[in-house]
């Protein structure tokens, strides 16, 4: 076994999700002496490699083939775990993302090895990667460990640890050339498609306001959305209101959502399901709106209002007239 | 084209206060009622569309104790054919590896199955890992995180797999792997016509040697992964401040806090 931490360097539309340079981050802080190594595929023509090294790893591989994006999971695990095999890393890190939980559940039975999904905190024993992860909706934690395969493999929650530069590091950059593609001719990722973003994620926003069923509706919504304009607020939702216009999966807040750690959250007809709060226990103060005063987002607010949604939206823009 | 489509499914608590086993660390199943986990009910409906559409067979594989029965016989009543329980003792304490490795030789023993759907993760453990897993050990093809399937002439299946910031339109040839997301559709529920049936429809139950499973990829001896330590996190019970109930005095109220704490 190699003394050596790997992160899987996700990419999309020649982008670099935050997850990859969190998780460096974290390895820096918990390192024991390992090597943190980057593993990036990317086109021909791209260069990501210039925005990683920027957060400091000790190494970032490269391997280039314009084939890889329109392959599917099984391309991709096929190639990592020949990668895993020729140089036996300690550890494999990933991004509790779509693309991260599915190629390393694939790369985990090639390999043989354990997977821990959707950790919250790492840290080593000498060797040993100690993977702490939710169950039962955030309500349990347990530590688990993989003692006697490798790699230890893990999944990481996004926007958990935050990134930082290090730009004092100059990683070694290795190009890979002794990997042979092999073409998956029973799928094809044809189109790829970005969704519309509007803008600025919730899970960086300093003040959110988020709406649950018991405020939504369409005399609402327009209010909602000029008061989210006047205090410089992102709007998000529950679950439920995922399906509804003009919300996406994109808007929500919760454990299968967007965690959040604003200022201020402002909860308009939140029930308060585990699956929300969850995601919300960063937020430095939360304000919540409900006509039940026996609402289990009551539980996690710092302030109460019982009451109309309505009601209070509107005396709230009053004050802003 | 004549799909045999078999639809993985678990049963999760109904409620999330649990307890758990002091020794084995394990959630002490069979002492509250279980359902079947909420995304694994739109892989069948998807399943039921299927074989509404082209015709085939629909079987339900679960894995788990005898009263895992429960959600089978559910599953039964919203329309599939049968059902398959890999029920043993030594499949218990299996993680998702062996857990994997467990559901794929059962597909495998059935064998003319092409196209297997998963939710896309339970909501207890919540690792969407075993369809990825069973998918390598088929040696298939997988497409997860499912919003749309559009089923294609000549054995091949087009979906759409919503990620966080894309979609992704992937074309791939049976037998494949499939799971599938909520925004997929709305499950349907049983009619009273269907629950009396599900009541003649069999529920098979298989073991190791049912599967000719090997003894060391199976339970708590083919799980590489070790839970350490499990424990309640602190409940983040604050002090909450009630507010005027006029809402005029309780924006005021607020206005005052946000500006002592600087956060407007």
């Keep these: 076994m190699n003394n050596e931490i790997w992160i899987y360097a996700e990419t999309h539309n020649n982008l670099v999700m935050p997850i990859t340079y969190q998780?460096?981050?974290?390895?820096?802080?918990?390192?024991?002496?390992?090597?943190?190594?980057?593993?990036?595929?990317?086109?021909?023509?791209?260069?990501?490699?210039?925005?990683?090294?920027?957060?400091?790893?000790?190494?970032?591989?490269?391997?280039?083939?314009?084939?890889?994006?329109?392959?599917?999971?099984?391309?991709?695990?096929?190639?990592l775990s020949e990668l895993v095999l020729l140089r036996?890393?300690?550890?494999?890190?990933?991004?509790?993302?779509?693309?991260?939980?599915?190629?390393?559940?694939?790369?985990?039975?090639?390999?043989?090895?354990?997977?821990?999904?959707?950790?919250?905190?790492?840290?080593?024993?000498?060797?040993?990667?100690?993977?702490?992860?939710?169950?039962?909706?955030?309500?349990?934690?347990?530590?688990?460990?993989?003692?006697?395969?490798?790699?230890?493999?893990?999944?990481?929650?996004?926007?958990?640890?935050?990134?930082?530069?290090?730009?004092?590091?100059?990683?070694?950059?290795?190009?890979?050339?002794?990997?042979?593609?092999k073409e998956d001719k029973n799928i094809k990722v044809y189109e790829e498609k970005p969704l519309l973003s509007k803008g600025d994620s919730i899970s960086n926003a300093n003040r959110v306001i988020a709406v649950g069923r018991g405020a939504y509706?369409?005399?609402?919504?327009?209010?909602?959305?000029?008061?989210?304009?006047?205090?410089?607020?992102?709007?998000?939702?529950?679950?439920?209101?995922?399906?509804?216009?003009?919300?996406?999966?994109?808007?929500?807040?919760?454990?299968?959502?967007?965690?959040?750690?604003?200022?201020?959250?402002?909860?308009?007809g939140v029930h308060g399901a585990v699956q929300f709060t969850s995601g919300i226990l960063k937020s430095e103060l939360i304000i919540s709106i409900n006509n039940n005063p026996k609402a289990p987002i009551f539980d996690y607010s710092d302030y109460s209002f019982i009451g109309d949604a309505h009601d209070f939206i509107k005396a709230l823009l009053n004050i802003f007239q | 084209m004549n799909y045999h489509i078999v639809v993985c499914v678990k049963q999760v608590p109904v409620s999330n206060n649990l307890k758990i086993d002091p020794v084995t660390k394990n959630v002490i199943r069979g002492t509250e009622?279980?359902?079947?986990?909420?995304?694994?009910?739109?892989?069948?409906?998807?399943?039921?569309?299927?074989?509404?559409?082209?015709?085939?067979?629909?079987?339900?594989?679960?894995?788990?104790?005898?009263?895992?029965?429960?959600t089978l016989r559910?599953?039964?009543?919203?329309?599939?054919?049968?059902?398959?329980?890999?029920?043993?003792?030594?499949?218990?304490?299996?993680?998702?590896?062996?857990?994997?490795?467990?559901?794929?030789?059962?597909?495998k023993k059935l064998g003319d199955v092409n196209l297997v759907l998963f939710g896309r993760q339970s909501i207890d453990a919540d690792t969407g890992q075993v369809g990825p897993i069973v998918a390598e050990f088929l040696g298939w093809p997988q497409i997860t995180y499912v919003n749309k399937i559009t089923p294609l002439t000549d054995g091949f299946i087009k979906a759409t797999r919503l990620m966080e910031n894309m979609e992704q339109s992937i074309e791939a040839k049976l037998p494949v792997v499939l799971t599938v997301r909520s925004e997929l559709n709305n499950p349907r529920y049983p009619t009273p016509r269907n629950i009396q049936l599900s009541y003649q429809k069999k529920i098979t139950i298989w073991d190791e040697k049912d599967i000719n499973a090997d003894l060391n990829r199976i339970g708590i001896k083919g799980s590489p992964t070790v839970?350490?330590?499990?424990w309640t996190p602190e409940k983040h019970e604050k002090k909450t401040i009630n507010l005027n109930s006029d809402p005029n005095q309780a924006v005021l109220e607020i206005l005052e806090v946000l500006r002592a704490k600087n956060i407007l």
């Excluded at chain 1, 205090?231 to 995922?242: D, M, S």
């Design chain 1, 23 to 79: 998780l460096i981050t974290k390895a820096k802080e918990i390192t024991n002496n390992k090597k943190i190594v980057v593993i990036l595929f990317e086109g021909l023509n791209d260069n990501l490699e210039d925005l990683i090294k920027e957060y400091g790893p000790d190494e970032i591989m490269i391997y280039k083939n314009d084939f890889i994006k329109k392959s599917g999971d099984r391309v991709i695990a096929t190639l």
């Design chain 1, 217 to 268: 509706n369409q005399k609402n919504l327009p209010l909602i959305e000029e008061l989210a304009l006047k205090l410089g607020a992102k709007i998000g939702v529950t679950r439920p209101l995922t399906d509804l216009h003009p919300f996406s999966v994109d808007d929500q807040i919760g454990q299968s959502g967007n965690t959040i750690s604003p200022r201020l959250l402002i909860n308009l």
């Design chain 2, 74 to 107: 559910g599953g039964l009543a919203m329309g599939s054919d049968e059902a398959i329980l890999l029920s043993s003792r030594s499949f218990g304490g299996a993680d998702t590896l062996a857990t994997g490795y467990v559901l794929s030789e059962a597909i």
């Design chain 1, 88 to 181: 036996k890393p300690n550890s494999f890190l990933f991004g509790a993302t779509v693309l991260g939980r599915s190629i390393s559940a694939r790369l985990q039975a090639k390999l043989n090895t354990g997977l821990t999904a959707d950790c919250l905190d790492l840290s080593f024993e000498d060797d040993l990667l100690i993977q702490t992860k939710p169950s039962y909706g955030d309500n349990i934690m347990c530590e688990i460990i993989c003692p006697n395969h490798y790699p230890q493999m893990a999944t990481v929650r996004p926007n958990i640890f935050v990134a930082k530069k290090d730009l004092n590091k100059i990683p070694l950059i290795t190009k890979i050339t002794n990997l042979k593609i």
């Design chain 2, 33 to 70: 009622a279980g359902v079947m986990n909420p995304f694994d009910k739109n892989a069948l409906e998807a399943a039921l569309k299927l074989k509404e559409r082209y015709g085939g067979k629909v079987t339900l594989l679960s894995m788990g104790p005898k009263n895992f029965e429960i």
């Design chain 2, 227 to 230: 839970v350490r330590k499990v």
